[in-house]
């Protein structure tokens, strides 16, 4: 009987372990580029002509949102290898970022593994080194997500910092 008490405290050991291990493990899901897009201007409140849409030269599909304090860029591509190329470049980006940069308020969250990168930075002196003196925000978000054939990344400043978030938490994304 005995055994049986210690095989049963061992698998419950065990099973805990596993749900902490789990905890705040968050895999990024795909997201469509129509929803996407209605996630976009119904956060943003931007008209559908000011969202630029396109399919380039190796089909991949690009829509494109720019104004002077944010850069969205969602990409479809037609093969997934290129999709994590893009994430993995822009994941080093943040990495370099981190490395190259003393910033002393500044929030993260990394996963390689599952598929995101998200920095927001309230630190004036990183953002005056970092644009040498030209447009430097106070506050600033990057973050880029990625799943199957699927890459999109978030560059927002300033004013337009609470829309990053929201749009991040209506598509389902981690964040901070």
Known sequence: MNNVKKIIAIMLVISTMFGFIGCGFELVEEVSKRDFK?????????????????????GDFVLLYTERESLIVYVKYDDEDDAYDAFEEFYDEIEDIEEDY????????FDENSGYAFIRISDEDFAEDYHE?????????????????MFFSILCTDNNIDEALEL?????????
């Open 38 to 58: 209605n996630a976009l201007e119904d956060v943003f409140g931007v008209d559908d002509d000011e969202i630029i849409e396109s399919t380039n030269e190796n």
């Open 102 to 109: 003393d910033i002393d308020n500044s929030k993260k969250r």
């Open 133 to 149: 003196g030209e447009f430097a925000p106070d506050d600033l978000i990057y973050a880029g997500y990625y799943t199957g054939s």
């Open 168 to 176: 991040i938490e209506v598509l389902g994304m981690p964040s901070i």
